[in-house]
């Protein structure tokens, strides 16, 4: 089992660009999630899918921010433009239709906008 | 609106030193209460869940507790290596969307 696979690790860009993040969840997990981490407001609820639809977008900040789940095993996750208040750690996480309803996470993306 | 609040906000131990950490949680129909470690630069690890106010669980020196307002984190003789964030996170019936305390960062010194 190789956990849920982020990319990159860390990505810094300038403001107003283009920010692509990706996931790849657990094979066989039926939800995704995606978590953005900063110290003021700590883990917050972007999005996320069940059988690759959306549920609920209701943390999504500003329509600057949008996400994808194509198919089963890939998610994205972008921000154009980018602006220095998206500086954060960004998360996916994954998890069974059954079970205790843990997530297991990734280790995250560091994003910084300059 | 559902909350979720961490008490202390950091904690140092000594080695062996026994403690518990506090996660007040307010939400309307609780699914369940997680518990998860976070060490530097990674992404928070599942420790526990609780679903009902008596519940316990145990995984080697943390034991969890729930009631129904709040739960514990109790650690006892603690070592170095269980320094971490700890994070509490609530759902709610109807929804998977979990909410996370801001969590408390335990520092347990040799």
């Known amino acids: 089992d190789a956990g849920v696979i982020q990319s990159p690790r860390h990505e810094v860009t300038e403001m107003g660009q283009e920010v692509t993040l990706r996931c790849k969840p657990i094979s066989g997990h039926d939800y995704l999630f995606w978590y953005r981490q900063t110290m003021m407001r700590g883990l917050e609820l972007l999005i996320y899918f069940n059988n690759n639809v959306p549920i609920d977008d209701s943390g999504m900040p500003e329509d600057r921010f949008s996400a994808k789940m194509p198919n089963a095993s890939f998610s994205t996750l972008k921000i154009q433009p980018s602006e220095p208040r998206d500086s954060a750690v960004y998360f996916c996480?994954?998890?069974?239709?059954?079970?205790?309803?843990?997530?297991?996470f990734g280790s995250g993306t560091r994003l910084t906008v300059v | 609106e559902d909350q979720v609040t961490q008490s202390p906000e950091a904690l140092r131990l000594q080695e062996g030193e026994s403690s518990s950490l506090n996660c007040s949680y307010t939400?309307?129909?609780?699914?369940?209460l997680f518990w998860y470690r976070q060490d530097p630069g990674k992404g928070p690890e599942f420790l526990f869940t609780?679903?009902?106010a008596g519940e316990e669980k145990e995984k080697e020196r943390l034991k969890a507790t729930l009631t129904k307002k709040e739960s514990f984190l109790h650690i006892t003789a603690p070592k170095p290596e269980d320094s971490a964030t700890y994070l509490c996170?609530?759902?709610?019936?109807?929804?998977?969307?979990?909410?996370f305390g801001k969590g408390t960062k335990l520092t347990v010194n040799p």
């Open positions: 996480a994954s998890r069974r239709q059954t079970g205790n309803y843990g997530y297991t």
């Open positions: 939400v309307s129909g609780l699914r369940g």
């Open positions: 609780l679903y009902s």
């Open positions: 996170a609530v759902s709610q019936g109807g929804s998977e969307k979990l909410v």
